[in-house]
């Protein structure tokens, strides 16, 4: 009877203890080994997103039509006055007393339509391009070619000559101007300070002019693009 007693007398709690305190660690490094190979499985169980080959279908002439005007509109961005344009819709708000013109403010909100349109006009003439070195040149155009604003770069009369001024550039000229007028007649500040009671008709026609200029000008900037790069423009390697 004392002998199972004393077999049990050599296992002290300590060692119990010490037992305990080294299984434990390896359970936790079991669970977090169970949780990364769980979040593994789970990864795998979601497909990644593949690019299908789809088979050509031709495309009937309608839709042709249709893929080519969203092609086409793309040119827009670089041809309507955006510099302008923002200039104005900052500066608006300011001259113009948020639409309660006074004798003062409308001088100026007229001064500020017309130094943006001006603007417009000039920036149409504009061009630039990239000197051997990479540096991007600005300049206006010319019946003789290209005029360098900083003078910094001459360039040879055969590279000029494509630079020179044409019949294009006035029509794109006009078109831009006519675009700003449209955005500026779209403006509530500009239209309450010319217009502060306008009648029925004169509603109808500031509605409606704005947008008749705006489809013409765009159908006309889609058929007879630009190759200019003026100041704000995306620059071409040439």
């Given at each position: 009877?004392?002998?199972?007693?004393?077999i049990?007398?050599?296992?002290s709690?300590?060692?119990?203890k010490?037992?305990?305190?080294?299984?434990?660690?390896a359970?936790e490094?079991?669970?977090?080994n169970d949780?990364?190979?769980?979040?593994?499985?789970?990864?795998?169980?979601v497909p990644?997103l593949?690019?299908?080959?789809?088979p050509?279908?031709e495309?009937?002439l309608?839709?042709?039509?249709?893929?080519?005007?969203?092609e086409?509109?793309?040119?827009?961005?670089?041809?309507?006055?955006t510099?302008?344009?923002?200039?104005?819709?900052l500066?608006?708000?300011?001259f113009?007393n948020?639409?309660?013109c006074?004798?003062?403010?409308?001088?100026l909100t007229?001064?500020?339509?017309?130094?943006c349109g001006?603007?417009c006009?000039?920036l149409?003439?504009?061009?630039?391009?990239?000197?051997q070195?990479?540096?991007?040149?600005?300049?206006?155009?010319t019946?003789r070619?290209?005029?360098?604003?900083?003078?910094?770069?001459t360039?040879?009369?055969e590279i000029?000559?494509?630079?020179?001024l044409?019949?294009i550039?006035?029509?794109h000229?006009?078109?831009s101007i006519?675009?700003?007028?449209?955005i500026?007649?779209?403006?509530?500040?500009?239209?309450?300070c010319?217009?502060?009671?306008?009648?029925?008709?004169t509603?109808?026609?500031?509605?409606?002019?704005?947008?008749?200029?705006?489809?013409?000008?765009?159908?006309?900037?889609?058929?007879f693009?630009?190759?200019?790069?003026?100041?704000?423009?995306p620059?071409t390697?040439?």
């Amino acid at each position: 009877m004392y002998f199972p007693t004393r077999i049990l007398s050599k296992t002290s709690p300590t060692r119990i203890k010490k037992n305990c305190q080294l299984k434990l660690p390896a359970m936790e490094i079991k669970v977090e080994n169970d949780n990364e190979s769980s979040q593994e499985i789970c990864e795998q169980d979601v497909p990644l997103l593949v690019n299908k080959n789809l088979p050509e279908v031709e495309r009937n002439l309608i839709q042709q039509a249709i893929s080519q005007t969203f092609e086409s509109t793309a040119h827009l961005a670089n041809l309507l006055p955006t510099g302008s344009v923002l200039a104005f819709q900052l500066l608006s708000p300011i001259f113009t007393n948020q639409g309660e013109c006074d004798t003062v403010s409308r001088s100026l909100t007229a001064g500020l339509v017309a130094l943006c349109g001006l603007s417009c006009i000039l920036l149409s003439f504009t061009d630039s391009f990239k000197d051997q070195k990479g540096n991007i040149c600005y300049g206006f155009a010319t019946f003789r070619g290209l005029w360098i604003i900083d003078g910094s770069v001459t360039l040879p009369p055969e590279i000029a000559a494509k630079y020179k001024l044409k019949f294009i550039d006035f029509v794109h000229a006009l078109m831009s101007i006519l675009v700003f007028a449209a955005i500026a007649l779209f403006d509530e500040n500009v239209v309450n300070c010319f217009y502060p009671a306008p009648s029925a008709g004169t509603k109808e026609v500031l509605t409606a002019l704005p947008v008749g200029i705006g489809v013409a000008c765009s159908m006309l900037f889609v058929v007879f693009p630009t190759k200019r790069h003026g100041i704000g423009f995306p620059v071409t390697n040439s």
